[in-house]
């Protein structure tokens, strides 16, 4: 019912610069947040940030000052402009929403896309 189709992942150097696009598509309501989580190799799935209808944001500790979550709500896009990239951000990046349908029994569901990987490196 729902794709969250990404974009904007690749190979950067240490101190580069990537931004993130995830645009959602389907029999959406109305979108409750969309947001960014990350695997990288060896280590569990990670909020990276999320932002809310009303504006709201989160971001782990490991990214804040370095990341920033913003939207294009007439899009229904959500973006992670990420800076000062180091190694430790190296992971696949998923893109993540929680939607209310046009079918109104659900009211917040989740959905994922389908994975951008990032890579950190010299």
């Known amino acids: 019912q729902v794709q969250l189709v990404e974009s904007g992942g690749g190979l950067v150097q240490p101190g580069g610069s990537l931004r993130l696009s995830c645009a959602a598509s389907g029999s959406i309501l109305s979108i409750n947040t969309m947001g960014w989580y990350r695997q990288a190799p060896g280590k569990e799935r990670e909020l990276v940030a999320v932002i809310s209808s009303g504006g709201s944001i989160n971001y782990a500790d490991s990214v804040k000052g370095r990341f920033t979550i913003s939207r294009d709500n007439p899009k229904n896009t959500v973006y992670l402009q990420m800076n000062s990239l180091k190694p430790d951000d190296t992971a696949v990046y998923y893109c993540?929403?929680?939607?209310?349908?046009?079918?109104?029994?659900?009211?917040?569901?989740?959905?994922w896309g389908q994975g951008t990987l990032v890579v950190v490196s010299s």
């Open positions: 993540n929403a929680r939607v209310r349908l046009t079918d109104l029994t659900y009211n917040n569901v989740e959905f």
